[in-house]
């Protein structure tokens, strides 16, 4: 045997050993990158998801700001903006980007608050002076 190939007998152990290590890890960064993916989109889809359902909350305050001023169309605004919350609220909105509600992903089911919290605003008079008192149309 020359020296050569015990050089070469030497390190081929080694070379494999690098090689089979440096395959494991490209499979591992793979199966990572791709979780890492997945936690991203339904970050993003989160995200869209809150800021769809605050533009909605917002439109609901600035219909009752309207009435408060005492200027027209405000009930029609209210009235468009619980729409909104209530189709951001079931999960799914136009756009096609659904979200699943914390009640059906933990398996509860939604309180009645939503509904007590529409109620006295809803059911009030078109000018909506019974739901601040002392701060109808004037």
């Known amino acids: 045997m020359t020296l050569r190939t015990r050089i070469l007998l030497t390190l081929a152990p080694l070379l494999l050993l690098t090689a089979a290590l440096g395959g494991a890890d490209a499979?591992?960064?793979?199966?990572?990158?791709?979780r890492i993916d997945a936690i991203l989109r339904d970050n993003l889809r989160s995200v869209d998801y809150m800021a769809d359902l605050k533009d909605a909350l917002d439109e609901i305050d600035d219909s009752f700001r309207l009435t408060l001023l005492g200027r027209e169309g405000g009930r029609a605004r209210y009235e468009e903006g619980w729409g909104k919350f209530q189709e951001q609220r079931t999960g799914c909105s136009t756009s096609g980007r659904c979200?699943?509600?914390?009640?059906?992903?933990?398996?509860?089911?939604?309180?009645?608050?939503?509904?007590?919290?529409r109620n006295p605003g809803h059911a009030a008079s078109p000018g909506w002076s019974s739901c601040c008192p002392g701060r109808g149309r004037r």
């Open 27 to 34: 499979v591992l960064l793979s199966h990572i990158s791709a």
């Open 99 to 117: 979200a699943t509600p914390a009640p059906a992903r933990s398996g509860r089911k939604p309180s009645g608050a939503l509904g007590r919290s």
